[in-house]
């Protein structure tokens, strides 16, 4: 029972990061991950640390995008306070509802401060289906 509240607090966690991307608000996204998170965006860059996280979005080139990750599948370590996700991402254009990149995604999360939040992240960009 414990595994599908922590599944749930997981979802929500990620609702909100999605919404917090949608509205451009880098700082509250930030929240979402620990201090010493890994990224690796979909075409490959490694990113260490959510203030590289946030540098890389801000300082990117090219018309405001944001993304929205749906998750399909969550798995929970209740001893290791650790936890799995995987699905697809999606990036949009700033006034756009079709996506014009996307792919699979996977991502760590860690309640070892008593929240979930994210430790890693994997995106690979995938052809969009």
């Not at 620990?34 to 979005?57: P, V």
């Not at 799995?84 to 949009?92: A, I, V």
């Not at 792919?103 to 979930?116: E, I, L, P």
């Amino acid at each position: 029972m414990a595994q599908d509240s922590d599944s749930t607090q997981i979802l929500a966690q990620r609702k909100a990061s999605n919404a917090a991307l949608r509205q451009f608000d880098e700082d509250l996204n930030a929240t979402f991950s620990t201090e010493d998170a890994f990224i690796t965006t979909g075409a490959g860059t490694l990113l260490a640390g959510k203030k590289a996280l946030q540098d890389y979005i801000q300082n990117a080139s090219g018309p405001n995008m944001y993304w929205i990750r749906t998750p399909s599948e969550i798995k929970v370590n209740p001893e290791t306070k650790l936890a799995w996700e995987t699905g697809t991402w999606e990036g949009f254009y700033e006034d756009s509802k079709e996506p014009v990149v996307g792919g699979n995604y996977s991502a760590m999360w860690t309640k070892a401060s008593g929240v979930w939040l994210i430790k890693s992240q994997l995106f690979v960009t995938l052809p969009i289906e």
